[in-house]
């Protein structure tokens, strides 16, 4: 898996053909869900902007196109796209920075809002937006300011540049907690 992962002959493979026997618009949809290893209904019409996701997440698993399906024991279903896959979706996605970024933006807020923070501050890393980190701190119904969260609290700050925590009023005070 890691040789063929980033070899360029295996993504020309995947483009001539996977890629090409499906629609620009399915293309563009497994192009932007690329940028999460996993995905809910929720967090792919959040990442995608498609309102459409259910539909297009059947359609991606009657084509068989590597896309695994998981039940949680809760009853949410949540998928993933094997990683021969998304790597040169990714790749191709990563060509258009604006949109990866935004991508990953979206990520981050969604997986803020449901209580993800580990996930939402990786994202929000990939989206060049770490800076911004208070406000998925502010928005996330996670509890970080009790002795429980302190180990989660730490794995945050543990990704966050030092030099940000300095210059940020917001995140100075929790991160010195989390020290």
């Not at 896309?67 to 279903?77: A, H, Q």
């Not at 981050?108 to 990939?126: Q, R, T, Y």
């Amino acid at each position: 898996t890691q040789l063929l992962q980033h070899d360029a002959g295996f993504h020309e493979y995947i483009t001539e053909n996977v890629l090409s026997k499906l629609s620009p618009q399915q293309v563009s949809f497994l192009e932007r869900l690329s940028s999460v290893p996993r995905f809910c209904d929720r967090l792919a019409e959040a990442v995608t902007g498609d309102p459409n996701t259910e539909q297009q997440i059947r359609e991606l698993l009657q084509l068989h196109l590597f896309v695994s399906k998981y039940e949680l024991s809760e009853g949410e279903t949540w998928y993933s796209m094997h990683l021969l896959f998304s790597e040169p979706l990714r790749s191709r996605l990563a060509a258009r920075e604006a949109d990866m970024r935004q991508c990953h933006w979206r990520a981050a807020e969604w997986f803020a809002a449901n209580g993800f923070l580990l996930d939402a501050v990786g994202h929000a890393k990939a989206a060049g937006m770490i800076s911004s980190i208070d406000k998925l701190i502010e928005n996330s119904p996670m509890s970080l300011r009790s002795l429980s969260g302190l180990g989660s609290m730490r794995r945050i700050f543990d990704a966050v540049d030092p030099a940000t925590l300095a210059t940020n009023s917001k995140l100075l005070p929790m991160g010195a907690w989390a020290f």
